[in-house]
């Protein structure tokens, strides 16, 4: 008789189970603004957030034929780039992400953009992307900035994995995920509709070897 009343004095009721629940929900909250997205800096470059007054040099890029050719977006005016800008508010407010502005050391004027996006915490992954204004290319600053970014998303966020999807004729991004370590893991062959005709992509994936 003990035994059954100390099991019923101790039976979870309904309401405990709401409060386990909401402390659960407050614990995912409190990590999700723990994560926070710095500034990065290397020897050339400094990666700083993106404000408003940087659309006009993102309509530029991303409306660009050489740099939107193996893009997945473009943008024929001013106006359509509210919709780019707002993605990546979006992003750093809801913690899913993070697309910084590429400037050389001592300026702050936009040359490019790069990210980790689509992250994943259960899983612990991202997805990596950028672009590069044409008259930057062939410096290696695409290489160095993801450098940057691979390096904050193992040690500062704790990814294990980051994954970037290529079309297969980017023969120059191809070259720089292979050089900076990741591996090709697939191809996905008429994957995406673009430019009227179907287009095939290559997915690497990096991963944090310790």
């Not at 290489?143 to 023969?171: G, M, P, Q, W, Y």
Request: hydrophobic residues 40%; charged residues 25%; contains cysteine.
């Amino acid at each position: 008789m003990k035994l059954n009343q100390a099991t019923e004095k101790f039976k979870p009721a309904p309401e405990d189970f709401i409060d386990c629940f909401l402390l659960i929900y407050i614990c995912a909250l409190t990590q999700k603004i723990e994560m926070t997205f710095p500034d990065l800096n290397s020897a050339r470059l400094r990666l700083r957030s993106i404000i408003p007054a940087d659309q006009e040099a993102i309509f530029n890029g991303l409306s660009n034929p050489d740099v939107v050719k193996y893009y997945g977006i473009s943008f024929r005016n001013y106006e359509d780039t509210n919709v780019q800008m707002l993605w990546y508010k979006r992003m750093e407010h809801d913690r899913t992400g993070k697309w910084w502005a590429i400037c050389l050391q001592g300026t702050t004027e936009l040359i490019g953009t790069a990210g980790i996006y689509n992250i994943e915490k259960n899983h612990r992954k991202g997805e990596l992307g950028y672009w590069l204004l044409p008259g930057y290319w062939h410096k290696g600053y695409i290489s160095e900035a993801v450098k940057l970014i691979i390096d904050f998303s193992f040690n500062s966020l704790n990814l294990h994995r980051i994954e970037a999807t290529v079309e297969t004729e980017n023969i120059a991004s191809i070259k720089t995920l292979l050089k900076l370590g990741f591996h090709l893991e697939g191809t996905q062959r008429e994957s995406e509709w673009k430019a009227n005709r179907w287009i095939d992509l290559h997915q690497f994936a990096l991963l944090h070897e310790i």
